[in-house]
């Protein structure tokens, strides 16, 4: 492959460090990620990534990006005891705004989705970055500045300090890359530099959630998974996931700011309302491993707008949640961090030439959907408080619909799967055949009846333009939801963003700090 320089810096060595790590080796004579931590050869949590000891799952779609960038990266999971779950609707018990998905039959064409605990997926794609030759890791090292060109029209390198030591070193770089997660401090970098912020979007929903690791004997647990997320009146959520070695991570949380449960006890009686008393009792019965770990705040959906500033320099790339963060609750981060690793591999093959504006305008392309799919969902909760632009009304009235067919037919669960497992695009919901399915169903449930039903707002008008055939005929109901999403498609997102930047101190807001 064509090398784009000598050196790459990656600042972070979470998920989304060391996924750009590995594509840049492909790129670069030599790959450092700095890292202020010390990493473990095991599997272990570790300070610099709190959240890892909460409940996690990656996306089909980031096994999928995961297997390609390391080959046999699947088997060698599943050789560690990663169970995987192939489409057996019984055992998922999963509920989308109140909507429970049936509980019957297979999911048509759904890839693998596997369960790591974080910890083991984390470690799992470190090793194979350290196996990579050109590839090198400083642990314990603190990133404390950028170092630009006299005229500050490039990022040449970072200022590291040595946490042992305290002895504080320049690394020359042809590029960098700041994957230091939601507490990066590029935006004050770049101010420094005299670049400005990036503007922000962002959608204030006060998750807050306490998690437990508990070993289960097998077979207690007919499910593979269970996630039951907020539904309007009832901004509180459970998960449980199946791990390795017969352990299960059990969540849950709030939204809204609604007080969370302060310890094990309180976690049942928390949940007792909507979590089936026969989980509650195998929960109740297990062995607990560790303490519950409580009070992980993530106050809001943030979106960095690095795509949106007018200058910036070259030679510095962001990925991951210094980019965006998202409500825990929809699994998006891990996923959007190896979608950009893919972003950033396919600009690099087209040269390095204008690299930091062609790879900030089309990984925002990609953050953009998944955005739109985690803040859609949240302001379907009347507790949330945001701006409901017309076109999130008329697609997600159409998704109330889909949601109450995912209850009885498989065809479509699987399709919205897939969607919302960030396989296939929002868009795909609007294919004839499920659109068919969706209109064809008879049951009129009282979700129907409720004004919001937001869901995956704005991503399926901004594109059902692509899935009208330009040719056939389509059934009368068909073309007339069609038209109906067409019409909406004029007013985007943006209507949104641009409304609540007009309305200083609304939580969906967008800020330009220049
Ligand atoms: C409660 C909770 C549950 C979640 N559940 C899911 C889920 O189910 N699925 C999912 O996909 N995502 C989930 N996420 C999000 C996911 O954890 C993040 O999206 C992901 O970890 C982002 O990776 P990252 O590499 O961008 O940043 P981070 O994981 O935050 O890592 C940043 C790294 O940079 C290092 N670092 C920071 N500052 C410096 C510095 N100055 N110098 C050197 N090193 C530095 C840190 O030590 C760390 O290693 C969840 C998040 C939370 C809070």
Redesign the pocket.
């Known amino acids: 492959m064509e090398k784009r320089g000598d050196h790459a810096v990656v ?9 750009a790590a590995r594509v840049l080796a492909d790129f670069y004579d030599r790959v450092t990620v ?4 010390r990493l473990s050869a095991d599997p272990v949590d ?7 000891r ?6 089909a779609r ?1 096994i999928q990006i995961l297997d390609e960038l390391f080959p046999g990266f699947v088997d060698e999971l599943t050789a560690m005891g990663v169970e995987s779950w192939e489409g057996d609707l019984s055992t998922l018990h999963f509920a989308f705004g109140g909507h429970q998905t049936v509980r019957s039959g297979r999911a048509p064409n759904l890839p693998v989705i596997l369960c790591p605990s ?1 910890p083991v997926l ?1 470690w799992n794609v470190r090793r194979r970055v350290k196996a990579i030759t050109n590839v090198v890791f400083l642990e314990g ?4 500045g950028l170092t630009a060109t006299p005229g500050r029209d490039r990022v040449t390198g970072a200022w ?1 300090t040595d946490r042992a030591s305290d002895r504080k070193r320049t690394l020359r770089a042809d590029l960098v890359v700041d ?7 590029t935006p004050v970098f770049l101010e420094e530099l005299g670049y400005g912020r990036p503007p922000e979007d962002e959608l204030v929903g006060h ?1 807050a ?1 306490a ?1 437990q690791l508990l070993r289960i004997a097998p077979g207690t647990i007919e499910e593979h998974l269970i996630a039951l997320s907020p539904e309007p009146g009832r901004p509180k959520m459970f ?1 449980m996931r199946g791990y390795e070695k017969d352990t299960w991570m059990v ?1 849950v ?1 709030t939204m809204a700011g609604l007080e969370q449960p302060s310890g094990g006890a309180d976690m049942l009686r928390f949940a007792a309302d909507f979590v089936p008393a026969r989980v509650l009792e195998a929960i109740r019965t297990a062995e607990r491993l560790g303490d519950v770990v409580l009070h ?3 106050p809001s959906n943030r979106w960095r707008r690095y795509d949106k500033m007018r200058r910036r320099p070259d030679g510095l790339l962001v ?5 965006c ?2 409500n ?10 190896a979608i950009e690793a893919t972003v950033l591999r396919d600009c690099l093959r087209r040269g390095d030439r204008s690299l930091t504006r062609r790879f900030f305008r089309l990984s925002a392309r990609k953050v953009r959907v998944a955005w739109q799919t985690a803040v859609g969902p949240d302001l379907t909760l009347p507790e949330v408080v945001g701006p409901r632009p017309i076109s999130m009304r008329i697609t997600n009235a159409y998704l109330g619909r889909v949601m109450t067919v995912t209850e009885t037919d498989p065809v479509v669960a699987g399709q919205f799967m897939r969607v919302t497992s960030m396989v296939d695009s929002p868009i795909r919901l609007l294919r004839p055949s499920i659109l068919l399915r969706v209109l064809q169903s008879k049951r009129r449930r009282r979700t129907e009846a409720q004004p919001v039903d937001e869901g995956l707002a704005g991503t399926l008008v901004a594109g059902c333009k692509e899935v009208v055939p330009q040719s056939g005929r389509m059934p009368a109901e068909v073309a007339a939801t069609r038209g109906e999403l067409q019409r909406a498609q004029s007013m985007r997102w943006s209507t949104q963003r641009e409304r609540s930047s007009r309305n200083h101190g609304h939580p969906l807001k967008s800020v330009t700090t220049r």
């Open positions: 600042l972070g060595a979470s998920m989304g460090g060391l996924l700095v890292e202020r931590d570790r300070r610099g990534v709190p959240q890892s909460l409940i996690h799952a990656v996306q980031g974080r984390e090292r603190d990133v404390v590291v994957a230091t997660g939601r507490g990066s401090r998750f959630c998690c998960a969540g949380g992980h705040r993530v990925v991951g949640d210094a980019v963060s998202f825990p609750i929809y699994g998006r981060g891990m996923t959007v961090a």
